[in-house]
């Protein structure tokens, strides 16, 4: 699972950059509660978190690789408010496991990777599951726009468009990742929910063409959302042939 894990933790991983702090965020979190629980503690503690957190935050712009990071020593100091003394002998003890690529005079180029590598199975089912169940939350909520936005009262009348009126009905009967309460069920299976909220757009799409009104802004946006959110939605697959 390492090179997995280290894909999206990467810009390479098909996620919006935006959305990659978050990832590494929790990958530097999982880092924190096991090394407190081999016992790590006081200022080597506090300086796994500084590093840790500057390299969740770090673009990719300023990295070689998923794991890279820069910094001084001077703002690691600063950052656990402790002297020079003090802070190298802390370090020197840290730094065993962080592995350092370049020291000079005060910059450090280090890698993380031994830390998050380590449990890398484990904390590559936590990132993917945290993935699934954000990304189905998100995507609920653009079905629930999507249903609600056509209400009975606008639904037309007209005979011409029974055929589209009757295909909206059977499309929401049919409805099953896209409901609350089968949450779990669209977290499994998110291939299946970008299936169902794509039949309800067209179902909605051709309602709307067919009564004569322009496209919403909540169907535009929708469409544009779309390609990056299938992407998305068949990533686990795709790193699942990682080898």
Request: hydrophobic share 45%; aromatic share 8%; net charge negative.
């Amino acid at each position: 699972m390492e090179k997995q894990l280290a894909i999206i933790l990467g810009e390479e991983g098909g996620f919006p950059v935006s959305n990659l702090a978050p990832l590494r965020m929790m990958a530097s979190l999982d880092v924190m509660y096991r090394s407190v629980l081999a016992g790590l503690a006081g200022v080597q503690l506090d300086m796994l978190q500084a590093i840790l957190t500057k390299w969740s935050m770090t673009p990719a712009y300023e990295r070689a690789d998923s794991y890279q990071l820069v910094f001084s020593l001077s703002w690691l100091y600063a950052c656990v408010c402790v002297d020079e003394d003090e802070g190298e002998e802390a370090f020197s003890e840290l730094s065993s496991s962080l592995r350092i690529e370049h020291l000079l005079d005060d910059m450090v180029v280090g890698s993380v990777e031994h830390w998050i590598s380590r449990y890398a199975d484990a904390l590559y089912k936590k990132i993917d599951l945290f993935w699934r169940a954000d990304h189905v939350s998100l995507r609920m909520d653009h079905a629930e726009e999507i249903v609600g936005s056509l209400n009975e009262q606008d639904r037309p009348t007209d005979d011409r468009l029974a055929i589209a009126s009757n295909r909206w009905n059977e499309v929401l009967e049919r409805r099953f990742f896209t409901l609350p309460e089968n949450f779990h069920a669209a977290v499994q299976s998110p291939s299946d929910l970008e299936a169902e909220i794509s039949e309800l757009s067209r179902a909605y799409d051709d309602m709307q063409i067919l009564s004569g009104r322009s496209e919403s802004p909540l169907v535009q946006d929708f469409v544009r959302l779309d390609s990056a959110m299938v992407l998305r939605a068949h990533r686990a697959s795709t790193l699942a042939e990682v080898t």
